[in-house]
C-alpha cells in the first residue's frame, strides 16, 4: 500500500535554520524549502501544499504579512509561525492576518515540531468534518471572525469544534424564545466567539492532565477579559462583545468575573452559558472523562435557579433531545463521506 505523504511548504531566510527544519521532516513529509517568501508565493501558484511553515522575522516579507497573503493562494493550507517572540499582539496579529493555526516558539525541539505537524494534519481533517455541523450557517467566517474561530478550535483537542457546537445548542433554542433575526444574529456570533479568549491562556494550564490547582483557575477564568481585549476594536461586534463578557455570570450571583445575578445577566449571554456548560460537562478533558448525556442533564436541572436561569433551563429541557439527534445524523453522515 502506497504511504501518501503531505506535502509542506518551509520558509526561513536562514539556511541554518532552513536545513534543520528540512532535516526534521523529510523523512515523514514532501517538502519544498526555500530562503525567500517571495519566491515561495511564486511556488505555491503551480504547486498545492498542505502546511506551511514560515519564520517570523524575514528581510523580504514579515512572517505574518507572506502567511496572510499565501490565505489568497492557498486558502485550505494549515499555516504555522515560527517565532521568538511570544507577545500577545504579535500573536493576535498573526492569528487576524496571517490566519495561523499555530506559532512555533523557538528554539524548538525536534519532537516538538514533529508532534505540532502531526496534530496540524490531524485538525486539517478534522476542521473539514467540522464544517457543516451547523446547517444554516450564513457566511459568517470571512476575514478576522474566520480566522479567529479557526485558532480557536486549533487551540487543543477538546476546544476543536466546540464554539460550533455551543452554537448549534444555543440557536436551537431561538424560536422556544421567539428571538428576532437581529437577536438570533447576535446569539450566533456570541456562540462562535464565547471562548476565543481561551487562545490567551497558556498551554501548559490548559492541556494539564490533572486537575487544575486555585491559581491556575483563576489564570482559566481570565478568558472572558482576554476574549474582550481581542474583540472590543471591531466595531461590528460590540453587541456582541456585551454578551461574551457575562456568559460565565451565574443566575445566583455568584459567577465571574463581575458577579452579576438574576435579570442583570443579558438573556443571550445565558443561553450560552447552559449550551456551554453542557458542552463542557459530556467532552472529555485531559484529566477525565465527558459526562452521560443524562448525568450532565441531572446537573443543569439541579442548577435551575443557581447556576442557571429556570426559564432557559426550561428551553433547554426541550430542544436538547432533538439537537443531539441532528448532530448523530451530522456525524453518521461524515463518517459515511469519509
Known amino acids: 500500500m502506497e504511504i501518501i505523504k503531505y506535502k509542506v511548504l518551509l520558509v526561513d531566510d536562514e539556511e541554518d535554520n532552513l536545513s534543520l527544519l528540512y532535516r526534521t521532516l523529510r523523512q515523514d513529509y ?90 496540524a494534519v490531524e485538525y486539517s481533517k478534522l476542521k473539514k468534518e467540522n464544517e457543516v455541523l451547523i446547517h444554516d450557517l450564513k457566511d459568517l467566517f470571512a476575514g478576522t471572525i474566520g480566522a479567529i474561530i479557526e485558532a480557536l478550535d486549533a487551540k487543543d483537542s477538546f476546544t476543536l469544534g466546540r464554539s460550533r457546537r455551543v452554537t448549534f445548542l444555543s440557536l436551537k433554542m431561538v424560536n422556544y424564545f421567539d428571538l428576532s433575526m437581529r437577536e438570533m444574529g447576535k446569539l450566533e456570533l456570541a456562540g462562535l466567539l464565547h471562548d476565543i479568549g481561551m487562545i490567551g491562556v497558556p498551554e501548559d494550564v490548559l492541556n494539564k492532565t490533572g486537575r487544575l490547582s486555585e491559581e491556575e483557575y483563576e489564570i482559566v477564568k481570565k478568558h472572558v477579559n482576554h476574549g474582550v481585549k481581542i474583540l472590543e476594536d471591531i466595531k461590528q461586534l460590540k453587541d456582541v462583545v456585551e454578551i461574551i463578557k457575562f456568559h460565565h455570570e451565574r443566575f445566583d450571583g455568584k459567577g465571574y468575573p463581575y458577579g452579576l445575578k438574576g435579570d442583570e445577566i443579558p438573556f443571550n449571554a445565558k443561553i450560552i452559558a447552559i449550551a456551554d456548560a453542557y458542552d463542557g460537562m459530556v467532552s472529555e478533558r485531559s484529566y477525565r472523562e465527558g459526562l452521560s448525556h443524562e448525568d450532565a442533564m441531572k446537573k443543569i436541572t439541579d442548577q435551575s435557579g443557581k447556576q442557571f436561569d429556570p426559564v432557559v433551563v426550561k428551553a433547554f429541557q426541550s430542544i436538547v433531545s432533538e439537537a443531539l439527534a441532528e448532530i448523530k445524523e451530522f456525524e453518521i453522515q461524515m463518517a459515511e463521506v469519509v
Do not use: Q
Not at 517571495?38 to 511556488?43: D, V
Not at 496572510?68 to 492557498?74: Q, V
Not at 494549515?78 to 511570544?86: I, K, Q, W
Not at 516558539?105 to 505540532?116: G, I, S
Open 30 to 119: 514532501d517538502i519544498i524549502k526555500t530562503t525567500s517568501p517571495l519566491a515561495a508565493l511564486e511556488i505555491l501558484k503551480n504547486e498545492s501544499v498542505d502546511i506551511i511553515i514560515s519564520d517570523h522575522k524575514m528581510p523580504e516579507l514579515d512572517g505574518v504579512e507572506f502567511l496572510k497573503k499565501t490565505c489568497d493562494i492557498c486558502p485550505k493550507a494549515v499555516r504555522l509561525l515560527v517565532t521568538a517572540y511570544s507577545d500577545t499582539n504579535i500573536l493576535i496579529d498573526a492569528i487576524n492576518y496571517g490566519k495561523i493555526y499555530r506559532y512555533i516558539k523557538k528554539p524548538w525541539e525536534p519532537v516538538e515540531l514533529l508532534m505540532t505537524i502531526k496534530t
